[in-house]
T-cell receptor, first 114, second 109 residues
Framework: DAGVIQSPRHEVTEMGQEVTLRCKPI?????LFWYRQTMMRGLELLIY????????DSGMPEDRFSAKMPNASFSTLKIQPSEPRDSAVYFC????????????FGDGTRLSIL | GENVEQHPSTLSVQEGDSAVIKCTYS??????FPWYKQELGKGPQLIID?????GEKKDQRIAVTLNKTAKHFSLHITETQPEDSAVYFC????????FGTGTRLKVLA
């Protein structure tokens, strides 16, 4: 079975540009999570969805960040406008059966904002 | 909100020795505690988990213990091998995970 698929794997862009990160969860999973990993702050939960509906976005750092899940097989995390401090590895994870179940992570998108 | 502390931040052991990583959590309502292994350039991979109604769980060379009263849980790896070298994260469900700060384990051949 295919795991969680994220694209692109690497993104380098200039400050002020719009960035869109993409995620395809494991088929049949009804929870989707977005995390950010940095050296300073470690792994942080940004937002999670259940059945395509955002449940908790309290981890989203600023209004510049937005996430959508238009259907069960696709989610995006958008940053507009991007800033150098947004540079990080962004992970998507999915699970089934509830938020207290094992989460399966993608291999992440390494984002560099110049 | 939940807070998870993890120690040590780095750990070096000789091949064949045991490794122990410890975590504490703050929210007594947390009831699910997974451990993840992260290799360079990869996403975290679940290696073992434990729920609050269980005190210990084993899977081959890996075991996890949970002390709900003290709010701490530990990962034990026995007979370590070079391929165990990676960064290990503990987490507590909040829901969504609150991760510890990670332990870089080096197994010296």
């Amino acid at each position: 079975d295919a795991g969680v698929i994220q694209s692109p794997r690497h993104e380098v862009t200039e400050m002020g540009q719009e960035v869109t990160l993409r995620c395809k969860p494991i088929s049949g999973h009804d929870y989707l999570f977005w995390y950010r990993q940095t050296m300073m702050r470690g792994l942080e939960l940004l937002i999670y969805f259940n059945n395509n509906v955002p449940i908790d976005d309290s981890g989203m750092p600023e209004d510049r960040f937005s996430a959508k899940m238009p259907n069960a097989s696709f989610s995006t995390l958008k940053i507009q406008p991007s800033e150098p401090r947004d540079s990080a590895v962004y992970f998507c994870a999915s699970s089934t059966g509830g938020p207290y179940q094992p989460q399966h992570f993608g291999d992440g998108t390494r984002l560099s904002i110049l | 909100g939940e807070n998870v502390e993890q120690h040590p931040s780095t750990l070096s052991v000789q091949e064949g020795d045991s490794a122990v990583i410890k975590c504490t959590y703050s929210d007594s309502a947390s009831n699910y505690f997974p451990w993840y292994k992260q290799e360079l350039g990869k996403g975290p991979q679940l290696i073992i988990d434990i729920r609050s109604n269980v005190g210990e769980k084993k899977d081959q060379r890996i075991a996890v213990t949970l002390n709900k009263t003290a709010k701490h849980f530990s990962l034990h790896i026995t007979e370590t091998q070079p391929e165990d070298s990676a960064v290990y994260f503990c987490a507590a469900s909040a829901p969504g995970y609150i991760f510890g700060t990670g332990t870089r384990l080096k197994v010296l051949a």
